[in-house]
């Protein structure tokens, strides 16, 4: 099981969690059984990330009696994944997030200087309003995570979470390095970044594996 390292790093080790990730990790996992676990656990990691919203009194009638009941204090949510894998998170969260808007934000890394460059970036009008919904299934060198909540800023995004299903120490050391006041959710911390820049043990090329190219 992981353990919580960083304070603004919630490790999400509950046993559905854990199970379906083992599964995600298996090489013989095709592509179809894949896609609905990154959207199950896109769901269950949104459960926990919407834990802080508030809730506020209202009054309904049940077919017995009248009753005081509560709902979601008027809170607006954005998802956004990050091209092209984080596409594969976003039905999961919708799913318990009907009302929340979607953004898109492209990046793609410089050859020559190794830097991140956005090549689109789509995002609700009112993106200062809401809570934010970063999504990529990796956090691996956390260069393109950075970039994606450093250009949300610039557009006057607050409340920035990152929701990754696998993270490697560097990647979260990068992010929160680059970034202050974001929160990680991760289904598990693992060893390290091979030569490649893959997680490891990872489960490979989460975008190849989602949409099966290779």
Not at 5 to 21: A, E, G, T, Y
Not at 78 to 90: E, Y
Not at 125 to 136: P, T
Request: glycine share 8%; with cysteine; net charge negative.
């Amino acid at each position: 099981m992981g353990e919580r390292r960083w304070d603004n790093v919630v490790v999400m080790d509950h046993p559905l969690i854990q199970h379906k990730l083992s599964i995600l990790r298996d090489v013989g996992t095709g592509a179809k059984e894949f896609r609905e676990l990154v959207k199950e656990l896109a769901m269950l990691m949104a459960y926990e990330a919407t834990r802080s919203f508030q809730l506020s009194e209202t009054v309904v009638t049940t077919p017995i009696a009248e009753t005081t009941t509560y709902v979601l204090a008027g809170k607006k949510v954005a998802v956004i994944p990050i091209l092209r894998a984080g596409l594969g998170m976003v039905d999961g969260i919708l799913e318990l997030l009907p009302a929340a808007k979607v953004g898109h934000i492209g990046l793609y890394r410089d050859p020559e200087t190794l830097q991140p460059v956005e090549y689109y970036c789509k995002l609700p009008e009112d993106i200062g309003e809401r809570d934010i919904l970063i999504v990529d299934p990796m956090l691996a060198t956390g260069g393109s995570a950075a970039a994606a909540v450093q250009f949300l800023r610039q557009r006057g995004a607050n409340a920035v979470n990152l929701l990754c299903i696998i993270a490697a120490p560097e990647g979260i050391e990068a992010v929160l390095s680059a970034c202050e006041d974001v929160t990680i959710y991760t289904c598990a911390v693992d060893s390290h970044l091979n030569d490649h820049g893959y997680i490891v043990p990872g489960l490979g090329d989460a975008g190849d594996r989602l949409f099966g190219t290779k």
